[in-house]
């Protein structure tokens, strides 16, 4: 079954506030991905970590790879009305196969003016 | 650039019906990923192909097969559809094991009736 955990499930927020979500898993990740998906597309990779306390930025979008190695953050400053969509957190478990991403069941975002 | 496409876009087919959800990528990479998600509950593996002539199950490959003739291509088999098949699946593709990554398609929603 499905290890990922991911919250939170929706966030409402208003234009320009900072909005921060997390994954955790029950078993120790060597691989943490974030995506974002738009309505009608597919998932489009943000940010990519692969060592334990890592922390990555792209633009206003921040990720760190937890130091237990069971979790992982993002946050997105200062949100603007194109940040909507649903927001997927990956990874991998040390002890499955190269191929194998977990998914978590993502975080909706609304930005309202 | 075309990256991973995916055809059809929408699908609707009968229960028992058959039919193959095309994939191919244009990127030369050598691992080829099958998701399929459904609503809440982010996305879920159902094979993967680390190079042409060799393909692994993923977590929910019950109902599919597919075959990896080609680098390019990756198609996604269902045999005797099942309402249960209902989802929006997705293919993806990436370059490496040190770069897992994944470029995913717009996807495909198919819906059995």
């Known amino acids: 079954g499905q290890q990922l955990n991911q919250s939170p499930q929706s966030m409402f927020i208003q234009e320009g506030e900072d909005v921060s979500m997390n994954c955790t898993s029950s078993s120790i990740f060597n691989t943490w991905l974030w995506y974002k998906q738009d309505p009608g597309e597919g998932p489009v990779l943000l940010i990519a970590?692969?060592?334990?306390?890592e922390l990555t930025s792209n633009g206003r979008l921040t990720a760190q790879f937890g130091i237990t190695r069971k979790d992982s953050f993002l946050n997105i400053s200062a949100s603007i009305p194109s940040d909507v969509g649903i927001y997927f957190c990956?990874?991998?478990?040390?002890?499955?196969?190269?191929?194998?991403?977990?998914f978590g069941a993502g975080t909706q975002v609304v930005v309202t003016p | 650039n075309a990256g991973v496409t995916q055809t059809p876009k929408f699908r609707i087919l009968k229960i028992g019906q058959s039919m193959t959800l095309q994939c191919t990528q244009d990127?030369?990479?050598?691992?080829m990923y099958w998701y399929r998600q459904d609503p809440g509950m982010g996305l879920k593996l159902i094979y993967y192909?680390?190079?042409?002539?060799?393909?692994d199950k993923g977590e929910v490959p019950n109902g599919y097969n597919v075959s990896r003739s080609t680098t390019e291509d990756f198609p996604l088999r269902l045999e005797l559809a099942a309402p249960s098949q209902t989802s929006v699946y997705f293919c993806?593709?990436?370059?490496?094991?040190?770069?897992?990554?994944?470029?995913f398609g717009q996807g495909t929603r198919l819906t059995v009736v």
């Open positions: 990956a990874g991998r478990a040390e002890a499955d196969s190269w191929g194998k991403f977990q």
């Open positions: 990127m030369n990479h050598n691992y």
């Open positions: 993806a593709s990436s370059y490496a094991r040190e770069s897992p990554e994944a470029f």
């Open positions: 970590l692969y060592k334990a306390g």
């Open positions: 192909s680390v190079g042409a002539g060799i393909t």
